[in-house]
Structures are given as structure tokens and as C-alpha cells.
């Protein structure tokens, strides 16, 4: 079947269908498949907060699926320690989250939010860091240069982003039964390496790494690591 050449217009809520039927096969076949290099980055970052000297941070994790690794990681850390807000498109994902980080979200140290990456809304330097693993990439292109610009501005000053990108450019990239699914339609997006680089800078953020990195899913991402100005 070909693939589309325009993007639907119930792109997000094909998006939620998707993940709510395909959460419970996503988490057993690509979970401990994609940590190895998500922990790699999830650590570098953890490195990089703990520089700051702060005993305290704050971090917004765009697309956190079951919170684990890497929202139960960051919860985990002892210094500093990390409140984090967790946000998903998916509730099934998010009811997974709730369960697997049950003591954090009784302690208040996490707070899950349901819906669009892109509508949310915070005040202007909320976050210390923001994170999307796996999750940016299923916005359209030109979603993803409006979310950085957001992203930009709900950082502190000297907070740092850290999320992947599709290697290649190719504006529309779909699967009708992903995983073997029958409801698993899914999409993806990207600038490709160079044009996500360009997309981190343009919003204002330094970047400090880029790295491609080839997964065992036989798909190459670029990872890259952000800094907002001090």
C-alpha cells in the first residue's frame, strides 16, 4: 500500500488509538531493546544536572509510555532530585506509567499529564531539563519546530534537552500494523540529521552533542543534547 502524501488531519487521535492498543506489545518487544542507548543519554544528563550543584531539579518528559527506564530513573536519582512531569498521549501507557512508579506518584515527586506534547503549556523557565526518547519524532516536521520553540522557552536558563531524531529526512513515514498489530497505524517524521541539529539551534539552544547512533530496531537516530543560555 502506498504511503500517504498528505498527513491527517486526526493524525493525534490515530496516534492514541494507536499506542492504547499496542502499549502492552510496544513495552514487551522494544523496551529493554531500546534502553541500552536511552540509559546511555538518561545518564549523561543525570551527570550533567548534578554539575549544577543543585540539590533540587525539575524535568518535563515528553512521552514517558510506561515510565520506565527513564521516568523511573530520574525519580530514582539521588542528587539531585528530580521532580519530574511526565506527559503522554497514550492513557493505557500512562495507566502503566501510574502503576510502575506507584510510590512516586503518592509521594507527589511525579505528576502524569495525558494529551498532545504540543498543547501543553507551562510558564516560561519551569523545567531544568526536558526530555523526549522515541516521542518527537511521531509529531509532522513542522509540529516538532514549534514544540523546540516552546521547549526553548520553558527552560531555566543553563537547563538542558535531550531527545532523538529520525536520521533521515522524510516528512511522512507510515505504518499500518506496526508491531504486527492490526490497530498498530503509525507515524513518523523527521528533518533528518543535519535539519534536526539546525531545529535545536534555531530555537536557541546550544548544542553540545549529536550523535547518531544505530538501534537494534534497525533504525538510526540522532541523539542530541541541549543547552539553554545562562
Known amino acids: 500500500m502506498a504511503e500517504p502524501t498528505t498527513i491527517p488531519e486526526d ?4 496516534m492514541k488509538n494507536c499506542y492504547d ?20 543519554y ?16 525539575t524535568l518535563l518528559e515528553l512521552g514517558c509510555g510506561a515510565g520506565v ?24 501507557q500512562l495507566d502503566l506509567a501510574r502503576q510502575n512508579l506507584s510510590h512516586h506518584v503518592e509521594s507527589g515527586k511525579v505528576k502524569l499529564v495525558a494529551g498532545d506534547m504540543l498543547a501543553l503549556d507551562f510558564p516560561p523557565r519551569s ?6 526518547f522515541y516521542s518527537i519524532i511521531h509529531l509532522p516536521r513542522d509540529e516538532q519546530v514549534l ?4 521547549i526553548a522557552t520553558w527552560l531555566k536558563p543553563g537547563g538542558y534537552f535531550l531527545a532523538n531524531f529520525a536520521d533521515e529526512e522524510k516528512e511522512i513515514n507510515v505504518m499500518e500494523n506496526w508491531l504486527g ?29 549529536k550523535e547518531t547512533r544505530e538501534s537494534k530496531v534497525d533504525a538510526t537516530f540522532l541523539w542530541v543534547i541541549g543547552r539553554k543560555s545562562a
Open 11 to 14: 493524525l493525534k487521535d490515530r
Open 21 to 40: 492498543a499496542i502499549a502492552h506489545t510496544y513495552n514487551a518487544k522494544l523496551g529493554t531493546v531500546l534502553d541500552n542507548i536511552r540509559l546511555d
Open 42 to 57: 538518561v545518564n549523561r544528563l543525570l551527570a550533567l544536572l548534578k554539575d549544577t550543584g543543585r540539590a533540587e531539579a
Open 69 to 92: 527506564p527513564s521516568t523511573k530513573t530520574f525519580l530514582d536519582n539521588p542528587t539531585p532530585s528530580i521532580h519530574v512531569t511526565a506527559n503522554d498521549l497514550s492513557t493505557v
Open 127 to 132: 523545567f531544568d531539563a526536558v526530555t523526549g
Open 147 to 150: 514544540l523546540m520553540q516552546k
Open 181 to 209: 498489530e492490526e490497530k498498530g497505524w503509525t507515524f513518523w517524521s523527521a528533518w533528518g540529521a543535519e535539519g534536526s541539529v539546525k531545529m535545536v539551534g534555531d530555537a536557541g539552544l546550544e548544542v553540545l552533542v
